[in-house]
């Protein structure tokens, strides 16, 4: 069950990213950074508390909202160019362009997946604060049960604001951060493999995941 609990918050990688908590309290020592997760939180727990039938239009429907919804608040580009580090300036302008969209469109099938899970959890907002660089870091406990015996799993969201809005970057499970985690497996394809090795993993994987997700379901 944390495993799965872990998918659907910002879990290491290769799991990615959902927020879809069935309870939210907010912190007495609430800001725009906390306001901009809740808010977040909020729009995509909505649309994935709905349960249309395993590949009807309707889910088909759903899943392109909550792809848009993903896009909105979680900065992709920033997460994917600060998890390559000194391997960005290795690739190509085209390949830039393809490790980012191939990037984004794993996040969103794993958000994608959400939609046919059925795990309860709750959020509770600790407050923010900043990091080194001046970033907002939202602190929150997500809480649930695993064989019936509850748990509490601390998850962080790092926000960087670019023309006026707050847009997550990071987010770092239990302190284990998710741009660490990408960083330390990009790094070693790209020693291994190179950059059209880490693609080439990437469509794959991509590959892998496609039949899997609603909107791929005929």
Not at 40 to 45: G, L
Not at 54 to 79: H, M, N, P
Not at 111 to 128: S, T
Request: hydrophobic fraction near 40%.
């Amino acid at each position: 069950m944390r495993r799965i609990l872990l998918a659907l918050t910002l879990a290491s990688a290769p799991a990615f990213i959902s927020l879809a908590p069935v309870a939210a309290y907010a912190a007495p020592s609430a800001g725009a950074g906390t306001a901009a997760v809740k808010s977040a939180n909020e729009k995509i727990s909505a649309l994935l508390k709905q349960k249309p039938a395993a590949g009807s239009k309707e889910e088909k429907e759903l899943a392109a909202k909550v792809t848009t919804s993903v896009r909105d608040f979680l900065d992709i580009d920033q997460l994917g160019k600060r998890a390559m580090a000194k391997n960005w300036d290795k690739l190509s302008a085209t390949q830039q362009t393809e490790f980012l969209t191939l990037l984004r469109a794993l996040i969103e099938d794993n958000y994608i997946r959400g939609l046919r899970a059925n795990v309860q959890y709750a959020v509770d907002y600790k407050g923010e604060e900043k990091d080194k660089d001046g970033n907002a870091v939202v602190l929150t406990s997500i809480y649930a049960e695993r064989k019936g015996r509850p748990i509490t799993i601390k998850v962080d969201y790092v926000l960087i604001e670019e023309k006026g809005k707050l847009r997550a970057f990071d987010v770092r499970t239990d302190g284990v951060s998710l741009v660490d985690n990408y960083r330390s497996m990009f790094d070693k394809i790209m020693t291994k493999d190179g950059a059209d090795g880490l693609i080439a993993k990437m469509k794959k994987k991509q590959g892998a995941g496609a039949s899997a997700t609603p909107a791929a379901t005929k």
